[in-house]
Nanobody, 118 residues
Framework: QVQLVESGGGLVQPGRSLRLSCVHS????????IGWFRQAPGKEREWVSC????????SHADSVQGRFTTSRDRAKNTVYLQMNSLKPEDTATYYC???????????WGQGTQVTVSS
């Protein structure tokens, strides 16, 4: 019943910004986490950020710290990943999930493609 849907990806030039959305539904508790992950061709899936509803806290990977921010619109059941100062190295398929740790079992969205290129 849990469903996650990502959107907002696209082609963007280096230095520009994109905002990704993760709309979630079917949760049975007000306490949850939403993780953002990315995977580039030929590379392993990488953790990007975590949002925790219990206190509204966020955390981000070193590779995106200072450039990406994560936020939530409670009324819209949506978690956002604001990506600024994008680099070609950010090119990947981005996923949201109900976990912030790849070692844990959870639900995943279908992914949205982000391509950073001039």
């Amino acid at each position: 019943q849990v469903q996650l849907v990502e959107s907002g990806g696209g082609l963007v030039q280096p230095g520009r910004s994109l905002r990704l959305s993760c709309v979630h539904s079917g949760f049975t508790t007000d306490k949850y986490v939403i993780g953002w992950f990315r995977q580039a061709p030929g590379k392993e899936r990488e953790w990007v950020s975590c949002f925790a509803s219990s206190d509204g806290s966020t955390s981000h990977a070193d590779s995106v710290q200072g450039r990406f921010t994560t936020s939530r619109d409670r009324a819209k059941n949506t978690v956002y990943l604001q990506m600024n100062s994008l680099k070609p190295e950010d090119t990947a398929t981005y996923y949201c999930a109900t976990v912030c740790n790849l070692a844990k079992f959870g639900s995943w969205g279908q992914g949205t493609q982000v391509t950073v290129s001039s």
